[in-house]
């Protein structure tokens, strides 16, 4: 018991300090957040921040909580918690995915000088803005600046010299931008640069041996280099190459496709590479040569493989589909011949395979779609050939090009079936035969359907108007690359517009079509057709069509291009048309068509004779055949109005007179061979009658003889 009690006086002093000391602590944490709470920004930065704010539009009020005396909360401002120093200044337009709001919540002005005063930035983020002038020359001496992104302005001029300065700069965005000169050799000082990227805007290169160590750098649509850049060798360590547009006219070199093991991304799309004659180890040699090495699917790290739009020749090496972790995959545009390797099998993440404008033959693959994630295919402008592979249905495919190859065939009923997503289909240029499958109709998102140069038959289906994406508007994304798993890829379509052939890019998610042209398709236009109210481009030209034109064509308020031409329509043209003001490309030639061309509106712009000719019956302007004027006309009809009064006076005339002869006859002489009284008293009346004319007669006679010798003796 006595143990006891000395035991715990002892444990008390025994943890005394350790509870006086957690209380220490705990007092000085309090004391350390409460004096966070106190600090305020520095007055001279708040000052610089007032007036970059005072030369800057904000239309959208971002800025208004830029009031007060603490500046540190304001929205956008990022201060040290121990200095009260601005470290972050990040006013970057965040509304870059609402098409509504993103151009009026721009900022717009200059990047003003005031900015150097915040010496302790390290992250200034000014992108996606309506910004215009010059990046200060000074701007060098933020010191402190780790990440720096100008992107998305109108910024102008070249970069300053005293950007090599920024010895901690570790991403440089200057993208999208009007900004040109040659890209500084100071550049090449930044040794912690880590992202470099530099595309969209008309520099001229420069060369360097710089001391970083790249991960990404994104170059595009400048000049840059006719050769591939000697530095780009000493970057070991890159995850990202992007080159795209850069002007480089050179082989690919073999050390590029042994850079880096973990680069995920490389885009050579655009340029004039070419391949060379291969070395005996890391080329294909089985059908020609190839610039692509045959064992690029070790590459195990890539993600992303785009060298579209070069001289690229030679086949695809099979090894390309042993890139099992890869997104996107585009070759298209260059010289590639033989087939489409086989086994995509374990290609279980890639959503895009462009192979489009090269010389591949064969068949589709039956395993291009045993992985269920593609969304879009391009196959088009090759010499592909068979029937459509039924495998196609296993894709979730929002894109199907397969036009201008040898396919053959119909049109299989499943696309309209199992392709519920489907936005876009190209199928033109084909050999397709049979009919228009019904099931197209159910494609309530299709809004490209160009089925244009087959040998398609039958008649349009009538249940083409209930396509209900090309019945309502469809916003342009401001950010119109499409974004897949981090990925940008710009996918483009070239169509038949306006008359011409014309390749769709940003754009191409709003533009709306139906080419039927160039088939023999029979029947009328079907009536539905013009619940399309948003449709922008219809050309049915150069089948069989016939009837007439729809009366209320006019409700198609969103046409741009409207192609009937080399049919056997018939009638007038509807006066509704002339209600489309979008109308600005018109061709009804050659059908049999009747009356006079519409002259309101945009009929009045539709100049050119060709738009009516082979239409024997139209008449007006532009054509030579005048149609009479509205008195001319008025004037006919009262002539023709007389002339058939007149006409049926005639008749009525003859017929009276042959009624009336008979009637008159037989009611004199039949009443008097029935009537013995009346026939006694009657030829009494006449002989009466005949004797007085005769005594009349001879005694006028007797009295014209007397008084003519009486005047024959006077004379003797």
């Known amino acids: 018991m006595a143990t006891r009690k000395t035991f715990i006086p002892f444990l008390v002093l025994l943890l005394l300090p350790l509870f006086l000391e957690f209380f220490l602590l705990e007092a000085l944490v309090i004391n350390s957040t409460d004096g966070d709470r106190d600090v305020v920004c520095i007055e001279m ?48 337009n965040p509304y870059q995915s609402d098409e509504a709001a993103f151009p009026l919540s721009r900022l717009i002005g200059q990047i003003s000088d005031s900015l150097l005063d915040l010496k302790y930035l390290n992250y200034l983020d000014l992108s996606k803005n309506e910004l215009s002038g010059l990046i200060p020359d000074s701007i060098g001496n933020l010191d402190h600046l780790r990440y720096l992104d100008l992107s998305d302005n109108s910024i102008s001029g070249s970069i300053p010299a005293s950007i090599g300065r920024l010895l901690l700069l570790e991403e440089l965005d200057l993208s999208h931008n009007g900004m040109n000169g040659t890209i500084p050799e100071s550049i090449g000082q930044l040794k912690e640069l880590l992202s470099l990227t530099l595309d969209w805007n008309p520099w001229k ?82 059908h020609g040569w190839s610039p692509v090495p045959s064992n690029i699917g070790e590459l195990s790290s890539l993600r992303v493989l785009t060298i579209s739009g070069n001289l690229l020749n030679g086949t695809i090496p099979s090894s390309l589909t042993n890139l ?7 070759l298209s545009n260059n010289h590639l011949s033989g087939k489409i390797p086989n086994h995509w099998n374990d290609m279980e993440m890639l959503g895009i395979i462009d192979l489009s404008k090269n010389r591949l033959y064969g068949e589709i693959p039956s395993s291009k779609c045993s992985i269920h994630v593609i969304y879009l295919l391009k196959l088009g402008d090759n010499h592909l050939s068979g029937e459509l592979s039924p495998s196609l249905q296993n894709c979730s495919l929002y894109s199907l090009d397969l036009g201008n190859n040898r396919f053959s065939g119909e049109i299989p009923k499943w696309i309209g079936e199992r392709m519920s997503s489907l936005k876009q289909l190209r199928l033109q240029g084909n050999m397709l035969t049979g009919n228009i499958p019904e099931q197209l109709c159910g494609l309530s998102d299709l809004r490209i359907l160009d089925l244009a140069l087959n040998n398609l038959s039958g008649s349009i289906p009538p249940c083409l108007g209930h396509l209900s994406a090309m019945n309502h508007v469809t916003l342009l994304d401001p950010s119109p690359d499409y974004l897949y798993t981090d990925y940008y890829y710009t996918e483009g379509m070239e169509l038949v517009v306006k008359g011409k052939q014309m390749e769709f890019e940003r754009i191409l998610s709003i533009v709306k079509l139906i080419d039927l042209s160039r088939n023999n398709l029979s029947g009328e236009i079907p009536h539905g057709i013009t619940n399309l109210s948003t449709l922008g481009t219809l050309n049915l030209s150069r089948n069989q069509l016939t009837g007439k034109i729809p009366e209320d064509i006019g409700a198609m308020q969103g046409l741009e291009t409207l192609d009937l031409s080399s049919n056997r329509l018939a009638g007038p043209i509807p006066l509704s048309m002339a209600s489309i003001t979008s109308l600005s490309h018109l061709n009804l030639s050659h059908n049999l068509l009747s009356g006079p061309i519409p002259t309101t509106n945009q009929f009045s712009t539709f100049n050119d004779p060709s738009v009516y000719e082979g239409n024997l019956g139209l008449c007006g302007l532009p054509l030579s055949t005048q149609c009479s004027t509205p008195n001319e006309d008025h004037k006919d009809e009262e002539d023709e109005k007389e002339d058939l009064d007149d006409g049926w006076e005639t008749v009525w005339f003859f017929t009276s007179m042959g009624l009336g002869f008979p009637v008159g006859f037989w009611a004199v002489c039949g009443t008097l061979a029935l009537k013995r009284t009346w026939r006694h008293a009657y030829f009494r009346f006449v002989g009466e009658a005949k004797d007085r004319m005769y005594v009349f007669i001879a005694v006028n006679v007797a009295r014209f003889q007397r008084k003519m010798k009486r005047n024959g003796g006077a004379h003797g």
Do not use: M
């Not at 099992?324 to 585009?330: E, G, H, L, P, Q």
């Open 205 to 286: 290169g420069g060369d360097w041996i710089p001391p970083f160590s790249l991960k990404v750098i994104r170059i595009g649509n400048c000049i840059l280099s006719q050769t591939f850049p000697a530095w780009l060798g000493t970057q070991k360590e890159l995850y990202q190459i992007i080159l795209h547009n850069v002007g480089i006219s050179d082989t690919v070199p073999e050390w590029l496709w042994k850079l880096s093991p973990q680069l995920g991304w490389l885009d050579l799309s655009r340029n004039q590479l070419r391949g060379k004659p291969p070395s005996p180890l890391s080329f294909s040699t089985s």
């Open 324 to 330: 099992k972790y890869s997104r996107i995959i585009d």
């Open 45 to 92: 930065e708040r000052k610089a921040l007032l007036k970059f704010k005072g030369g800057l539009e904000d239309p959208s009020g971002r800025l208004s909580s830029w009031v007060g005396g603490d500046c540190c909360k304001w929205q956008g401002v990022d201060c040290n918690n121990g200095t009260g120093h601005v470290i972050k200044l990040d006013l970057k």
